[in-house]
């Protein structure tokens, strides 16, 4: 678990490279460009789905909660197979299985791209290869998994946008992958943060991508 000893002295070892700022080109501030390809709001409320990989699962989960037009942000397992879909089997990092946000948002208040420039802009560094911060492996990594057509050509041509405007000084190594399955994740991991706000991990890595939105994006956020 996270909260070991030894880990918590790599977090504190690696708290400078906690949120994906420290990876922007120079010059370059947060936030990152509205999305050039996107969907129209919809004309009368209802629900839609996104699923991002971005590291640990608390913080992206928290980030997103505060998001107004979000209406459920959910951690949990997508990449692999049902039996393998348990944080003990996962955190091996062989299973195929990413840690994932499945948010579940209402169309007619906020866009798929708006989702994805909050996920870019405050909530990871999309260029680290199977890692984000302290933490390793491929269950770590970078991630979308679209669960329509028009989310991928909207993930794919943001992706682009980004890679010609060269907003990183490395390559955006972003995962785009079919939604096939995802699997809710003990309750335990449910709504982490806001359980546990002092944990060192959580001070460490993930409260400061809650004020990167807050400073960022203060016509989405929301307090709760």
């Not at 791209?113 to 492996?137: C, E, K, M, V, Y």
């Amino acid at each position: 678990m996270r909260t070991t000893l030894a880990r918590l002295t790599s977090l504190l070892f690696a708290s400078t490279i906690a949120f994906c700022g420290a990876a922007r080109a120079e010059g370059e501030t947060m936030p990152l460009p509205k999305p050039a390809v996107d969907a129209p709001l919809a004309k009368t409320p209802g629900q839609e789905t996104a699923v991002f990989a971005a590291g640990c699962f608390w913080g992206i989960e928290a980030v997103f909660k505060h998001v107004n037009g979000v209406i459920s942000s959910t951690s949990g397992y997508a990449g692999g197979s049902p039996d393998t879909a348990t944080y003990d089997k996962v955190s091996r990092g062989s299973t195929e299985h990413a840690e994932a946000v499945k948010v579940v948002y209402d169309p007619s208040k906020l866009s798929y791209g708006a989702l994805l420039r909050i996920l870019f802009s405050a909530a990871h560094d999309p260029t680290q290869l199977n890692r984000q911060g302290p933490d390793r492996g491929p269950q770590y990594r970078s991630a979308i998994f679209y669960t329509s057509a028009e989310q991928q050509k909207i993930a794919h041509a943001y992706v682009a946008q980004l890679t010609a405007a060269k907003a990183w000084r490395s390559p955006i190594v972003t995962q785009l992958a079919p939604m096939k399955a995802f699997y809710q994740a003990e309750p335990y991991h449910l709504d982490y943060l806001a359980r546990n706000p002092k944990q060192p991990y959580i001070v460490i890595n993930d409260l400061p991508k809650l004020a990167a939105l807050k400073k960022d994006f203060p016509e989405l956020y929301r307090a709760r």
